[in-house]
């Protein structure tokens, strides 16, 4: 049963956040953070407004994480290009220049930026920041913790591909995705929630930091993002 539940939660969400990361609005928070890029990174938000103020990003740190992201781009289309229509050397190409990105971003933070970045990031994500690698090591994720939730993104990067066809088909639009999205992510944010102990989840907690404002989203904004409210209180 939670199978079939998944199916629809991830798929949706890929999509929705795939808008967003195109410039779309997101609700609650979740609000994409330039093209591109690991949803499950921190660096993800790094192009928000809200994000920048509270992490007192200067002009001249601004200039270069746009300069990063443009050039991110081309770096993008470039690995399309050259991979053609093999899948899994596009994967592998993406990937590889995400980490190249995501590099460079943190290149030009200080280190207080940084923490406090992946504050906001848990606030932003919730339970679901716990996909992140870094965090899960901070929280002393288990080897059999690790394989369930790697066995939730499977199923998400396959029903990412079924809801991918659906809308090239023409039979859901994003109007209905994003209504979908506001039902069915609190319902995955659940399932990665159950993979935790009570003591990982506390300490998840203390790891967000003050509390985080953030922008209004804008009207016609995505769905809802993780567990926490955009002004990134808690529950």
């Known amino acids: 049963m939670f199978l079939k539940k998944l199916v629809v939660i991830v798929a949706v969400a890929a999509l929705v956040g795939s808008a967003m990361a195109q410039g779309g ?3 609650r928070g979740q609000r994409g953070g330039g ?7 921190p660096m993800s938000l790094i192009n928000r407004a809200d994000v920048q103020k509270d992490l007192g990003i200067t002009e001249d740190q ?6 990063i992201r443009t050039n991110s781009r081309q770096k993008m289309t470039d690995a399309r290009t050259a ?8 994967r592998a190409a993406m990937t590889k220049v995400n980490e190249e ?27 679901q920041a716990v996909l992140n690698a870094d965090i ?16 939730l993104l499977k199923r998400q990067q396959q029903a990412n591909q079924e809801i991918q066809a ?9 109007a209905e995705a994003r209504t979908e999205m506001q039902k069915n992510t609190k319902v995955l944010g659940e399932e990665v929630d159950k993979v935790l102990t009570d003591a ?5 907690k203390e790891m967000e930091g003050k509390k985080f404002v953030a922008d209004a989203p804008t009207v016609g904004g995505g769905g809802a993002g993780g567990r926490r409210a955009a002004n990134g209180g808690g529950n």
Do not use: C, H, W, Y
């Open 62 to 67: 601004k200039t270069k994480l746009t300069e």
């Open 83 to 90: 991979a053609g229509d093999d899948q899994a050397a596009m």
């Open 200 to 204: 990982q989840k506390a300490k998840l």
């Open 25 to 27: 609005g997101g609700g």
């Open 166 to 174: 659906k809308v090239r088909d023409q039979s859901i639009d994003q």
């Open 136 to 151: 899960q090591k901070a929280l002393e994720v288990t080897d059999d913790q690790k394989t369930k939730i790697a066995d």
């Open 35 to 41: 093209r591109g890029g690991n949803p499950n990174s």
């Open 101 to 127: 990105v995501t590099k460079e971003q943190l290149a030009v933070l200080t280190a207080d930026q940084q923490k406090r970045l992946t504050e906001i990031f848990i606030q932003v994500r919730g339970t």
